[in-house]
DNA sequence: CTGAAAGCGCTAACAT
DNA sequence: ATGTTAGCGCTTTCAG
């Protein structure tokens, strides 16, 4: 195994100027720096990531700690994951994927053990287990999700209030007067992870602001489900013309129940769906949308938790540790939803009394 | 931060005595084992990964590089990956997170860095880039998939051949005699990820020992997609009783599609599906399926590289570099398929001349 | 602009 | 059964 101290004897330079060159926390002579990166070349040399932690007291390693659930948003969570671990590398950080299952403890392990210098948590519920070992926590940690209580916390996620609204606006437009939603799963409202509700409290606004009617039946992803939940719907409001799903695995059942009831989808029934594109454009009709913009999340997690590491150099590590830590800055950024008008949504059909 | 000397310190023994508490390499007395325990609970004391690494050359990091293209399988992948960090935490190891986007140079980076003792390769193809990367890195690696030469590589897959003729075995058993696959998506053979080409070279190969007639048609995900195959199929081969299908977003247009076209699924048509369960029981009619068992393939492949890492202690990091490296053992470790009947498979219709 | 040298916190011989 | 100690490979003062 090549070693720094070996670059700097090929090179025929001291081993602290090896490392400058490699940080560039120093200026180097062009033909120093050059000498020394031939000889890097040559031998093939590769920093030892242990000794440069030690040293440095960084692991330049962010964990991201994802929802072992595969439930719900499978292709959403994913796509958070890739953009993390591009986004990272991109700032010359890796990844470290952890799991819920390890419990919350995995925080003080992680953190506690120096293997990574911040954290970014997805799939945050409002009343997170983990958070007080976020706050106690001598590093940064983003959350992907929105908890109860924000408090000194930095979270991301898409603005679920606005993307309510954004749905019943776009089905007001177009005239509709009587609205149901199929939302997820009961579990997710149980679980209280926020998103959900946040999206019904979104619609029901709205839905008053602009005097519409507005039915909500949670949903499993089952063909039976959907099912279940149409035929409630019609049966209690039988002159339901617009549907809001937020549940992607609903939306295929959906359009295959409507079809086979005879309801033509825009001229009868208008759905809006929240799902990714790539669901939204690969149904039999193509689906107006508002996507969860997994990919911008995934990245503006690590750009907040690249800019908290940046903030918090003299502090952080700084002398012992009994020095109260100062009360940490709040940040909430909620991402604007967007809706893509597509085939599913139409202007609502005349009143035939 | 507390460090392993203060731990000793306050216990009243030696670093090493300390040290060899945590390891267990050492028999410690009961009394100063309870001591030192003790002191680590009260003082809060996490070792520290970097130093760790560094003495022992060893990272107890295992990377896992996971496609970033997000087209295909992606719960299967979610799931693998899921498998492999709870696996890997199982066995007292972190999972580093790897996207191909960094290209092959990634193996290198972080085996030479000694980030991971160890690498998973996920979705590898049949002239995969990586390859020549994991011949000469002197780390255990495994890859999830069968490259086309798998001499001294260490690989588990699904036998994809034999869920091939699985799939048509079920099918004949039930008397069909004119059978079609709905494949993967064109962009899938052309990378030669090998999984697909496998399968259909199974259900050839048992369908013509059993004397039975195979159309296959390649297909994108969507429902547009999956009614241009469908009718090709039925065109070119009306009697068609059986198919088969290697894709899991296109099961559910696919059901949608023969309901609307007459053709009631077992009565007419049976079904089989190469998806995970969760697909196959979400339908409107449950699928025969042959689940890919991404769980077992995430946890045999944390398990294979388990085994090479305490095979591999004396040699590895042995002494100086310049001694060749002994051949590696090739193991290809092919999962056996399980189908499971549902609703979709029943007795092929009696001809009706 | 470059060197020398003191650790970073832990492991694993080598002692006893 | 436990202690002593020499590094592991790098970063970063402190000197020049």
């Known amino acids: 195994m090549v070693t720094l101290a070996e670059v700097a004897r090929h090179a025929g330079v001291s081993a602290s100027t090896v490392s400058y060159v ?68 991109a700032h010359g950080r890796d990844v470290l994927l952890l799991t819920d299952q390890e419990g919350p403890e995995a925080v003080r392990r992680v953190i506690g053990s120096g293997l990574a210098d911040a954290m970014i948590l997805m799939d945050v519920e409002l009343e997170d287990e983990r958070l007080p070992l976020v706050h106690e926590a001598p590093r940064p940690a983003v959350l992907i999700g929105l908890p109860a209580d924000t408090e000194g916390l930095t979270c991301v996620d898409l603005d679920f209030t606005a993307t309510g609204r954004l749905c019943v606006d776009h089905l007001a437009t177009l005239g509709h007067r009587e609205l149901a939603v199929i939302g997820e799963a009961a579990a997710v409202y149980e679980r209280h992870t926020g998103f959900a509700e946040r999206t019904i409290t979104g619609v029901r606004e709205r839905a008053a602001e602009l005097g519409l009617r507005v039915l909500h039946r949670p949903c499993e992803g089952s063909f039976e489900s959907v099912a279940g939940a149409l035929a409630r719907i019609f049966d209690e409001r039988p002159a339901t013309t617009g549907i809001v799903v937020q549940n992607e695995s609903a939306v295929g059942p959906l359009l295959s129940l409507l079809r086979q009831q005879g309801k033509a989808v825009p ?13 939204a454009t690969q149904t039999s009709v193509a689906l107006t949308s508002v996507a969860i913009p997994a990919h911008e999340m995934g990245r503006r997690a690590v750009e907040l938790v690249m800019a908290k590491l940046s903030a918090g150099k003299g502090a952080g590590t700084g002398t012992a540790g009994r020095v109260a830590a100062p009360p940490r800055e709040t940040v909430v950024r909620l991402l604007a939803p967007r809706l893509t008008t597509r085939a599913s949504t139409g202007q609502a059909p005349r009143l035939v009394p």
Chains 1, 2 share one sequence.
């Open 267 to 279: 001229e009868d029934i208008s759905v809006v769906a929240i799902c990714p594109d790539q669901v």
């Open 22 to 89: 490699l940080s560039g926390k120093r200026t180097i002579s062009a033909p120093t720096r050059e000498r020394v990166e031939r000889s890097i070349q040559e031998l093939g040399y590769h920093p030892n990531a242990g000794a440069r932690a030690l040293a440095s007291s960084r692991s330049d390693i962010i964990a991201l700690m994802m929802p072992l659930r595969t439930d719900m948003y499978v292709p959403v969570m994913m796509e958070i994951a890739m953009a993390v671990a591009t986004t990272a590398r």
